[in-house]
């Protein structure tokens, strides 16, 4: 998801796609295309880091790549989340937090320097405690463990034998299911079948690379994964999330969201041919400032509730939206939440 060079391809279309499906259940709107999006939304962008992934030849190889990881997941994490622990106390104060209402029901206090001091060590070197604004960052802090995790493994494996990408592939299934089954925790990593999974569509997009076909990209082909995914719809009628998949949940989940997955690359594809691929190329190489700054860009509307159906102000801080009389305003949620973030993205690119 984090990016810095600008590329305008159907990737780029397909994680723009994922992006806007990640906020659109984040608006709130209706629960099924909730369900429906969060089959592959998030797994998609494991998926697409993994499409240009390349084992390193040898150990300065692979200590560019942990490098470039670092600064392109690592340090963006820690900007972002030092930015918005700095500004705690004033978003308390502007009722953006509140000791009532917060996110996934974990409500908020004014915090002392000693509280500052421990949130800090923890975002410096556990990636974790960052902000309620950065509810979606868990996917940062995933995806650098993963892609190091991957990166290492496939390293030393090389060493050894020729890396089969499908026994990698096997192998971290198998051991995904071993996780999750006796619900392993690894200190500093937390959840290690998270990891492990996000390793699978990591890897499922390295295999994806050699067999790409844009013969993908028709209609017909993408109605019927449409379809396929729906599918997952008449067995699942609560959200189901790769950072919440049960053991018994795993591998039908895999399948839906490799099928939501493909879904989404033939339905860039055939965008790609539109006018409308320009502006889902701005979506696409900006969807670390989108994921950053859509929760705080939905105060916005969640303040013009506020004024309009005279809520009390105290529900600002309800998290991520006002889900009351959001029939038509997760429309709002989500214009407001992707286009604000890509302003600032285009005035910090002309910096």
Known sequence: MPQKAVHNNYITIAKALAMIFVVVWHSRGFYDVGIFVMF????????????????????????????????????????????????????????????????????????????????????????????????????????????????????????????????LFAVLSVLTLVA????????????????????????????????????????????ALFVLTCGGLIHYRQVIAIQ???FADIIPYFILAMCGIFFTMSLALLLEKTRAKNLLYLVGNSTLAILALHFLCFKLVSLLKVWQFGYPITRLAEFPVIEENNILYWVVYTLVGVTLPICYQQVRNRL
């Open 180 to 223: 999750s089954y006796l619900k392993l925790n690894l200190p500093l990593v937390g959840k290690l079948d998270l990891l492990l999974f996000a390793t699978v569509f990591f890897v499922s997009g390295w295999i994806y690379r050699d067999y790409e076909s844009k013969q993908i990209g028709r209609w017909y082909v993408t109605a």
């Open 244 to 246: 919440t998949c049960p």
């Open 40 to 167: 592959f939304a998030v797994p998609l962008f494991f998926f697409t880091s993994g499409f240009f992934y390349k084992i390193p030849q040898d150990n300065e190889g692979l200590k560019q790549y942990l490098m470039k990881r670092v600064k392109g997941l690592y340090l963006p994490y820690i900007r972002w989340g030092l930015f918005f622990l700095l500004l705690h106390n004033v978003f308390f104060y502007l009722h953006l937090y509140d000791s009532e209402f917060g996110y996934e029901g974990n409500t908020s206090l004014i915090y002392s320097l000693r509280d500052y001091g421990a949130c800090l060590l923890d975002l410096v070197f556990k990636m974790t405690t960052h902000e309620p604004m950065l509810g979606a960052f868990w996917f940062i802090r995933t995806l650098f463990f993963a892609t190091v995790f991957v990166s290492i493994f496939s390293y030393l494996i090389s060493k050894v034998i020729s890396v089969n990408k499908w026994w």
